[in-house]
């Protein structure tokens, strides 16, 4: 049974900061990788996909790598703001996703 | 363009009153999906449909709960004979295809008293 870990559970930082979010997951055998993010009392943002053949994915200030060898994603977010504020989460599979518990960032102005 | 949308966006309900849920997907989306998330589980699958295949059924936690959708579009999830631990948000998404990058809707919190 494929279980995602999510390490740190919360984070805060000052603004400007570059942090880097980690997720790990037990079956190497995934069709693909989703990184969402989730505001207080609404539903889920995509952030970035990452097929199983692929190592990384870039959306502007965001990079998340894949190393399915080890079982890690990483979500790097560069140059953080405020209203980067939120829950991230991320997901393994093709079609039922299992998701990991969520990291709480908090940046700080 | 619309996202997913989902009604109610709140749902207050009696202990032992059914309760539909209701979902509709991106125009054009063949994979919809639906979702609950509570405090002690985090975010679950509850059942999965694509096309005009038989559903993947595997994350409803009961009996009680049954999902259809109609002409390839809308989806209602009917939970039977609510109880307390049935209070959640319940997601949807749809995505073009499987594989492909899932959008969710808001959500509906429904409350079991």
């Known amino acids: 049974k494929q279980e995602v870990t999510q390490i740190p559970a919360a984070l805060s930082v000052p603004e400007g900061e570059n942090l880097v979010l980690n997720c790990s997951f037990t079956d190497s055998a995934i069709y693909n990788l989703q990184w969402f993010r989730q505001d207080p009392g609404k539903g889920l943002t995509s952030l970035l996909l990452?097929?199983?053949?692929?190592r990384e994915q870039t959306s502007g200030r965001l990079n998340a790598s894949l190393d399915k060898s080890s079982g890690r994603s990483t979500l790097y977010i560069a140059a953080s703001q405020p209203g980067d504020s939120a829950t991230y989460l991320c997901a393994v599979g093709g079609n039922k996703l299992v998701f990991g518990a969520g990291t709480i960032l908090r940046v700080k102005s | 363009g619309a996202g997913v949308s989902q009604s109610p966006s709140n749902k207050v309900t009696e202990k032992g009153k059914d309760v539909e849920l209701r979902c509709d997907p991106i125009?054009?989306?063949?994979?919809l999906y639906w979702y609950r998330q509570s405090l002690g589980q985090g975010l679950e699958f509850l059942i999965y449909?694509?096309?005009?295949?038989?559903?993947?059924k595997s994350g409803l936690p009961s009996d009680r709960f049954s999902a259809e959708r109609t002409g390839g579009s809308v989806s209602t999830l009917t939970i039977q004979r609510t109880q307390q631990e049935d209070s959640a948000v319940y997601l949807c998404?749809?995505?073009?295809?499987?594989?492909?990058?899932?959008?969710f809707g808001p959500g509906t919190r429904l409350t079991v008293l």
């Open positions: 998404a749809s995505s073009l295809a499987r594989g492909h990058t899932q959008y």
């Open positions: 449909f694509q096309g005009n295949s038989a559903p993947d």
């Open positions: 990452i097929q199983s053949s692929q």
């Open positions: 125009s054009g989306h063949t994979a």
